[in-house]
């Protein structure tokens, strides 16, 4: 196969805090642009050609399928209330080894409720490898990054730094375009790009070829790489005009706590997020990881294309502070749980960070979503996913951080065909389930 088409049939969606997935029945979360499935680009990085199939692509997927996976576990609470704990135990360990034996290379998953605490885990730690992946080993959460963005961004405006109508423009002079508001990058209005393909495609001399796209993955991405980058990607919305998913717009938020503080976000976020909130086995990393327990992110670009891709050299510093933290189902429950019960913001805080500013694909409030509580009509969960080249995230909380789900899945499929490897519901039907 030739190397165009080989980035056609392996790179029509890939890239996740950054771009939509195809893959388990699902394409990936509100992690916005696709890249095209040609990678077409002039000499410049303007914008590259759409093929039709990455156009159709929904870049709000993953979220909407965790809708729908919620959506089916309400159907049968009574079912579930039934089943003993033994029974509830046994299922999930059963549906963490299918996605596996379905293609994922290691899952880590987490329940907690008030009468149950479980977690569970199958898979090697990297492709190829025969370490086994651990319940407590930690991974690339991508997008659940950015709620605890949001967090310092929220605790700096009850300092008195910022309000939520602070211009960007007045604090990084120059960063973005078009000036816009601090609640709209947080709430995703702002209309700025997510531009993560920009930055990959700037590194390329062949954009064409899927292994050199690979490898760019473990290139540094400075600040200055950025800012041109959200320059040079076309404006989604005029602010303020709807939701449009952008990582950029949380790159220039972590860029602004940086400047405000003059310390970088690994020391905000240990100091202010990870600390009080007893995630002990999280990181904000600035460079690859190759050593100790992480679940590296693997890359399936299918059978007829160039097979799998381990991204064990991938460079955070792509993501920053869109999507660059590594942490652990446990880890991930706890922020939740801290955040939402007012360990980390005052209550009055949380309570204007969950509450949607935007319901006409997502009810996205500001660094967090909502949807319905399977166990409780009415009322809701909130959390956030996220998806990296080759790991999935889910972490979801009730509003009291007594109920919680989170997941990590390495092995993504970025292919075309959304049955190549497993089905998520799979796993998180079940996973809900146990939470009723």
Known sequence: MNAHRRVRAALG?????????????????????????????????????????????????????????????????????????????????????????????????????????????????????????????????ASNTKPMIATLVMQEIEKGTWTLDTSVEDVLPGALPRDVTIEQLLSHTSGAPTASEYLILDKMQDPTDIDEYFQVLGEHYSDGDHVRAAHTAPWMLEPGAGFSYSNAGFVTLGMMLEKVNRTGLDELLEER????????????????????????????????????????????TLFRAAGAVTSTTKDLAAFNEALVTGELVAPETVTDMLTPRSAELIEYGLGTYRLPDPCVPGEYLYGHDGASFGTLSVNLTSLDGERQVSLGVTGRNVTLDPEALYDLNELLVPMFEATC
């Open 273 to 316: 997020v990870f600390e009080p909130a007893g995630m002990r086995r999280s990181d904000y990393p600035e460079g690859p990881q190759k050593r100790g327990p992480l679940l590296h992110d693997a890359a399936y670009t299918g059978a007829d294309g160039a097979g799998w891709y381990s991204i064990d050299h991938f460079d955070p």
């Open 13 to 141: 969606v890939v890239v996740a805090g950054a771009l939509p997935l195809t893959g388990a029945g699902l394409a990936t979360t509100a992690s916005a642009t696709a890249v095209p499935a040609t990678l077409a680009v002039t000499a410049e990085p303007a914008a590259p050609a759409v093929d039709a199939a990455a156009a159709v692509d929904d870049p709000l997927a993953l979220s909407r399928q965790v809708r729908d996976a919620a959506e089916l576990a309400a159907s049968a609470p009574t079912a579930r209330a039934l089943t003993s704990e033994a029974g509830i135990r046994r299922e999930l360990d059963q549906a963490v080894a299918g996605l596996v034996d379905d293609g994922a290379v290691a899952v880590t998953a987490r329940v907690e409720t008030p009468d149950l605490t479980w977690a569970g885990a199958d898979g090697v730690r990297e492709l190829g490898g025969h370490a086994r992946a651990r319940a407590d080993d930690p991974f690339r959460v």
